[in-house]
């Protein structure tokens, strides 16, 4: 799971597994496969980084 900052300060830990689409509008949004969407400050690249952050600490251990 993967940490990210709502546009109001909050920071969520979210399901890297259920992300369906990331797209900057110019807000980065998040879709997930479940239909919720959600808006973060990290960057669409920040979020490629974290996820592919996660699957190599995952795999390598």
Excluded: H
């Amino acid at each position: 799971m993967i940490e990210v900052t709502k546009m109001n300060g909050t920071k969520v830990i979210i399901n890297q597994d259920l992300i369906e689409i990331v797209e900057e509008t110019p807000d980065t949004v998040i879709s997930f496969t479940t239909g919720r969407k959600l808006i973060v400050k990290e960057s669409r690249q920040d979020i490629k980084n974290l996820v592919k952050s996660y699957r190599k600490d995952i795999f390598a251990g």
